[in-house]
């Protein structure tokens, strides 16, 4: 059974830094694409990063030079180390892979960004 748990997530004000880490069981990071997304209430799920099998890291525009997604195979955990945080990075961030097809997700972890 694959599992995605979250955490890390908090209440930061603007300009401050906050590493979120994603736990994964039942698969191998490493063999798959994960990615981290975000949302707002009412609004579809925003791609924000992703790291390849092969390491290959993409970011959406309005993150990039400010937030760093990374692995720790030994631990199999995936981190989204976020910087100079602007009050619209206020959302829930979800972890996600997609193996064989099925989309997993974890429960998601509340970053809120004051000003």
């Known amino acids: 059974q694959v599992q995605l748990v979250e955490s890390g997530g908090g209440l930061v004000q603007a300009g401050g830094s906050l590493t979120l880490s994603c736990a994964a069981s039942g698969i191998l990071i490493s063999s798959v694409t994960m990615r981290w997304y975000r949302q707002a209430p009412g609004e579809q799920r925003e791609l924000v990063a992703a790291?390849?099998?092969?390491?290959?890291?993409l970011y959406a525009d309005s993150v990039k030079g400010r937030f760093t997604i990374s692995r720790e195979n030994a631990k199999n955990t995936v981190y989204l180390q976020m910087n100079s945080l602007k009050r619209e990075d206020t959302d829930v961030y979800f972890c996600?892979?997609?193996?064989?097809?099925?989309?997993?997700w974890g429960q998601g972890t509340q970053v809120t960004v004051s000003s």
């Open positions: 790291i390849g099998s092969s390491g290959v890291t």
């Open positions: 996600n892979a997609v193996r064989f097809g099925t989309v997993y």
